[in-house]
Nanobody, 117 residues
Framework: QVQLVESGGGLVQSGGSLRLSCAVS????????MGWYRQAPGQQRELVAT???????DYADSVKGRFAISRDISKNTVYLEMNSLQPEDTAVYYC???????????WGQGTQVTVSL
């Protein structure tokens, strides 16, 4: 059974940085498009960044130039490096894995990121 476990969230001051990790147990992430989503209180879950099996990345306009998604095949882990954090980045961040053939959609439990002024 595939499991996604996020870590690395926390409280940081405005302008600070955090790195989120998503460790995937089970099949290699080479079979998945991996992504990070976030959901702020009272808002819908939104896409933050994705990385494909060919390492093509895509970002929400709001995080371009500040966030970077990457993956380490040897560790079966995906990362989200977040810099220049702002209070509007405060949300629960979720890791997502979408199978490239079967289109199954998997989610982690989420990790809280809070950015203070």
């Amino acid at each position: 059974q595939v499991q996604l476990v996020e870590s690395g969230g926390g409280l940081v001051q405005s302008g600070g940085s955090l790195r989120l990790s998503c460790a995937v147990s089970g099949p290699t992430i080479n079979f998945y498009t991996m992504g990070w989503y976030r959901q702020a209180p009272g808002q819908q879950r939104e896409l933050v960044a994705t990385v494909t099996t060919s390492d093509t990345t895509d970002y929400a306009d709001s995080v371009k130039g500040r966030f970077a998604i990457s993956r380490d095949i040897s560790k079966n882990t995906v990362y989200l490096e977040m810099n220049s954090l702002q209070p509007e980045d405060t949300a629960v961040y979720y890791c997502n894995a979408k199978h490239i053939i079967f289109n199954s959609n998997l989610w982690g439990q989420g990790t809280q990121v809070t950015v203070s002024l």
